[in-house]
């Protein structure tokens, strides 16, 4: 089951009554670790699965019993497009989620979109895989850098990365280790130490764009062969198999 542990014991009700169940966990952040371990000895779990690998190592310390896997964030590639070479986008960089200014500081960057305005988002999904297809530049940075106080040090692999890879947009930000580890190359441009350097260094990647194209097409075939939750899935199978489950 698909549990986060803000509202574990609410999405596993009342299955874990009857059932053993495997929770395939995602969000585990610092603040739940407590939780989680009381709920995995409270309901004598066996095997669990997490999405982020710090977290997973940290809940391996404390639960030794437990047999856990490491599978990492994915995708559904039919939602997202190609769209037009990054010299012919209308809208220079796109934004969505949650707020990046504290990294980033004020932008002054033309046909600059951001889709989450006055608390609300500006596009359907459907506008949005357009949007994207239609866009040179987004941010991706983890939240362990916009959100440190909750993440306390905790740097994961989104599915907003593989999103990104697969709308061939140029991604500036920081790329987790976790990605770094699975594509065997980093695909993000990390942005300068320097905040009052940031919007300097994304106005000369829009001057430059051209140059950025043979970077993005090589995302786009990575997130196809890496990225999806077809390919991962396969692989939580075999590991079920391997540890004596009969599916």
């Known amino acids: ?3 986060e542990p803000v509202s574990i014991t609410f999405d596993t ?29 409270r309901h004598e779990t066996r095997t669990a699965i997490f999405t982020s690998r710090m977290e997973m190592e940290e809940m391996q310390k404390r639960c030794p019993q437990v047999k856990m896997l490491w599978c990492p964030e994915a995708v559904d590639a039919s939602k997202y497009k190609k769209g037009k070479l990054l010299s012919e986008r209308s809208i220079n960089m796109l934004e969505f989620g949650r707020s990046n200014e504290r990294v980033l ?5 033309e046909n600059h979109v951001c889709t989450y305005v006055d608390g609300k988002f500006i596009f359907s999904n459907e506008e949005l895989y357009d949007a994207m297809g239609d866009t040179r530049i987004t941010v991706c940075l983890p939240k362990s850098m916009t959100h440190p106080d909750i993440a306390q040090g905790v740097e994961t692999l989104t599915q907003r990365y ?6 061939r947009m140029v991604i500036v930000g920081h790329a987790p280790k976790e990605l770094i580890d699975i594509c ?26 051209e140059d950025y194209q043979n970077l993005v097409d090589l995302n786009s075939q990575t997130a196809l062969e890496k990225g999806l939750w077809s390919i991962r899935m396969k692989g939580v199978e075999k590991w079920l198999w ?3 489950y009969s599916l």
């Open 1 to 3: 089951m698909f549990v």
């Open 13 to 41: 009700f009342p299955y874990y009554a009857t059932h053993e169940v495997i929770p395939f966990i995602w969000d585990c952040w610092p603040c739940y670790y407590d939780k989680m371990e009381a709920w995995f000895k």
């Open 105 to 109: 500081g004020k932008l002054t960057i």
């Open 162 to 167: 593989w999103e990104a890879m697969l709308s």
């Open 184 to 209: 065997g190359y980093n695909p993000v441009l990390e942005l300068p130490d320097k905040k009052e350097e940031i919007n300097t260094f994304i106005l000369d990647i829009l001057n430059h764009i």
């Open 242 to 244: 391997e540890i004596g």
